[in-house]
């Protein structure tokens, strides 16, 4: 085995040119690929890694006023925690008391002391089973601790906002590990509600059935039917609430498939398009299949460089089996090249990436397992799809044909199923290179259609 894969190796360096084209070929490809496979696993996991993410719900298809939880929750049961979630997309400014840190903008939430109840956002620092005891509580996320307070200990400190209603002071009384990258619900800065406020010295917000700001989210407990709950829900809504037409909008939204935008549930936390993953998905794949495909056509075609090689060996004794390793070890080393150049690339480029579609990536250094998977695992999987062929076609060329007329004979079969790759390959990049230029038609249309109207 070991001979083989050193065999292998040796060919590599033999044929330096066409590994180089290999390698070069399927680092851009592989680039391309977890780009898009990052985004794809992105969108299609967000809010799922929350505890019991089947039990959480939002409540309405629109918006809400703040008292709607609270008479939802006085009066159904199977609710085992709910709260309001009020602003997320707004951006405050905090400084810390003694004004070393100032003018430093964050996003924020407003949200009910259930809200660590019904969302998984773990505590790292601070009370975990109540981490905002009063409206006078702010906690923060590693990051923003970090800038405003540095290495010193943030719980306890005191802050004061800009570009809030409320200026504080806020006594910091817990730090949240940051917030997942697969998270729709995102901040750094988070509150508690404070139901007495009453802007404009109106009604304040906990009486106040007028003022649609809020997003209710609750967890069942276990068991529960949303049939039931929506039933409940409704009439204790018409009991004691004090909406008029809205009451059939409150009933329960799955978490689960809110991300993704439903034409009856508006929320601050959608944003996926499930039809543009798939499209994104299907070009990633096209894009590796072409790559594999380019490997195939430049392995089958260096059989006529290396026959002579092949029929050397075999006359000396190697076995088929042992040149399907030589080559499968072939293709897996130069694919283990192209993954750690891919990797490479890929950062190089996240952080441009991250402000194209919005989400701020990580760099990939190979600190967590699934990273050493993707690059070994991946590199094994892909490698041995892509030499399978060559390897199963050039460990079966005659010896003494290759080495007396230093050529393999590649048949009508062959010859056809080089071509039909290629035509592929032709086909698969005009598609690609047509939809882009159509998407990127569309994109310029929208942006000039708006630009005339604003």
Aim: net charge positive; proline share 5%.
């Amino acid at each position: 085995m070991l001979q083989n894969i050193r065999a292998a190796f040796q060919a590599l360096h033999r044929h330096r040119r066409t590994a180089k084209l290999n390698v070069f070929g399927f680092a851009i490809a592989l680039s391309a690929v977890i780009l898009i496979g990052l985004y794809a696993w992105r969108e299609l996991t967000v809010n799922l890694y929350h505890q019991d993410v089947e039990r959480i719900y939002k409540i309405s298809g629109w918006a809400a006023p703040y008292p709607l939880a609270t008479t939802i929750a006085g009066g159904v049961s199977e609710i085992e925690a709910i709260t309001n979630i009020f602003s997320t997309n707004g951006i405050c400014g905090l400084e810390s008391a003694d004004g070393k840190a100032v003018n430093t903008r964050f996003g924020f939430a407003a949200v009910d002391p259930d809200f660590f109840d019904v969302f998984t956002f773990p505590v790292v620092a601070g009370d975990p089973r109540n981490p905002l005891p009063d409206v006078r509580s702010i906690a923060l996320t590693e990051s923003a601790a970090e800038s405003l307070f540095g290495d010193d200990n943030p719980i306890g400190q005191t802050v004061i906002t800009t570009g809030l209603e409320g200026r504080g002071p806020y006594v910091v009384t817990a730090v949240l590990k940051e917030v997942p990258l697969n998270s729709s619900i995102r901040f750094s800065v988070v509150f508690r509600f404070n139901p007495n406020m009453n802007p404009g010295g109106g009604i304040p917000y906990g009486q106040n059935w007028k003022a649609w700001d809020c997003e209710v989210f609750a967890k069942l407990v276990p068991g529960a039917e949303v049939e039931t709950v929506n039933r409940k829900m409704q009439e204790v809504v018409r009991a004691r609430g004090h909406l008029r037409y809205e009451v059939e909008r409150v009933v329960l939204y799955p978490l689960s498939d809110i991300y993704f935008n439903r034409p009856q549930v508006w929320t601050r936390f959608a944003g996926g398009e499930y039809s543009k993953v798939m499209a994104m998905i299907v070009v990633g794949a096209i894009i590796l299949l072409m790559a594999i495909m380019n490997f195939f056509n430049l392995s089958t075609a260096s059989s006529l460089v290396r026959s002579k090689e092949i029929g050397l060996r075999k006359v000396n004794g190697a076995t088929r089996r042992e040149l399907i390793v030589q080559f499968l070890s072939e293709s897996v080393g130069v694919t283990l090249i192209a993954m750690v150049l891919a990797l490479i690339i890929v950062n190089l480029i996240l952080p441009l990436f991250g402000l194209f579609v919005g989400v701020p990536y990580p760099p990939i250094l190979l600190t967590h397992p699934w990273e050493w998977l993707l690059l070994v695992g991946g590199s094994l999987a892909v490698g041995c799809i892509a030499g399978s062929y060559p390897a199963f076609y050039l460990s079966s060329i005659d010896p003494i044909r290759a080495i007396y007329s230093e050529r393999t004979q590649t048949g009508f079969g062959v010859a056809l199923f080089r071509k039909v790759l290629i035509v592929f390959q032709l086909v698969a990049s005009i598609a690609i290179m047509a939809c882009v230029f159509v998407i990127s038609g569309q994109l310029n249309y929208l942006r000039t259609e708006v630009t005339k109207r604003v």
